[in-house]
């Protein structure tokens, strides 16, 4: 679907769930329980990221370092870097809370599911791309937070620095985690093997946590000070940020002599963001209406890198000769 430039149908349900909650935002009591049930469902989300990533896995992939390397350098270095070269555009292009969600986005790890999928797709090293995804959410717990809150404070953003909610962070973030990484020896095979199960789970809490961010946004009347200019310029700079990434990721893979399958990684996992991680972890690190304006960068990037992420994968898939067939042998 993403291939043929349709709306992919999990953005279409987050975007119906963002206009619910302008039609009928949780207000009062309401919004108290749902701010509670967001608590706990978020503390449940990182407790099975731990459980299901595969650390194991991912540790061992260090052992072919250039790749894993190479993405790490470009999901959280170079984007980083990328994020300060927007700061100048603050407040005459992007307002500070527009321009923390771009922080926001850059500090970002690397998916697990689409970075895999469309490695196999452009006939990549699938191996590589498991290994580092999971590499890159895992550094993503910890990394995610100092480096926005470090962005931010050098950028100029004025949406409060994400270690006001150290607490937050430690409790509802990394302690669940980290018992799912302990606990996955134990339950991570039951885990993955419900993996579409616990996939639809994953993303009834993103929905949930975005008809919150949203509602808390239209109530505190947040939404009314967006320009559509102001919309068209971050959609123009969130397509610079991929275009460099895209650009970088295939540089660097080529200065370190990567094979082709490693450098198809290195593109795809190295270009991408999670929303999967991101929207629970914003609703975490920012508080108040500004979440819903903080997380939208990452909802136009996610939806872009989808687009132009599977063509790339089917033009790459084109350009190598399908395997041959091996022959059948002749009956007896």
């Known amino acids: 679907m993403a291939a043929r430039f349709k709306l992919d149908p999990y953005v279409a349900s987050i975007a119906l769930t963002a206009g619910l909650a302008a039609l009928v935002p949780a207000r009062g009591q309401a919004a108290a329980v749902l ?18 990533l595969p650390t194991a896995r991912a540790l061992a992939g260090l052992r072919r370092w250039r790749p894993q390397v190479a993405i790490v350098v470009l999901t959280f270095g170079l984007f980083p870097l990328l994020a300060l070269v927007c700061a100048p555009l603050v407040p005459a292009v992007l307002d500070a809370r527009l321009y923390a969600g771009v922080v926001f986005l850059c500090a970002l790890p690397s998916t697990v599911q689409s970075s895999v999928t ?63 990484q302990l606990a996955q020896r134990w ?33 505190a009347g947040v939404w009314h000070r967006l320009e559509p200019s102001r919309l068209a310029v971050l959609l123009l700079v969130v397509a610079a940020l991929l275009a460099a990434a895209l650009g970088a990721a295939r540089v660097l893979a080529r200065r370190l ?43 136009l990037y996610h939806q872009l890198q989808l687009l132009v992420c599977a063509w790339i994968a089917q033009r790459s898939a084109a350009a190598v000769p399908a395997p041959a067939a091996e022959p059948v042998p002749a009956p007896a």
């Open 35 to 52: 701010d509670g049930v967001v608590t706990v469902a978020i503390t449940l989300v990182f407790f099975l990221y731990g459980a299901k």
């Open 118 to 180: 469309l490695t196999g797709i452009a006939r990549g090293d699938e191996a590589t791309a498991i290994c580092a995804a999971s590499l890159s959410n895992v550094l993503g717990v910890v990394l995610t937070p100092l480096l926005t809150a470090l962005l931010l404070a050098t950028g100029g953003g004025a949406a409060g620095s994400p270690l006001d909610s150290l607490g937050g962070i430690v409790l509802r973030l990394l302690l669940p985690f980290l018992l799912g």
């Open 187 to 219: 339950i991570g095979d039951r885990v993955r093997a419900h993996g579409k199960r616990l996939g639809l789970f994953d993303r009834g809490v993103i929905l949930l946590v975005v008809y919150a961010a949203f509602s808390q946004g239209i109530v």
């Open 257 to 299: 002599g990567l094979s082709r399958e490693d450098r198809v990684a290195v593109l795809f996992c190295g270009s991408q963001k999670s929303l999967a991680s991101g929207l629970p972890m914003a609703s975490v690190l920012f508080a108040g209406g500004d979440v819903g304006l903080i997380v939208l960068p990452l909802m």
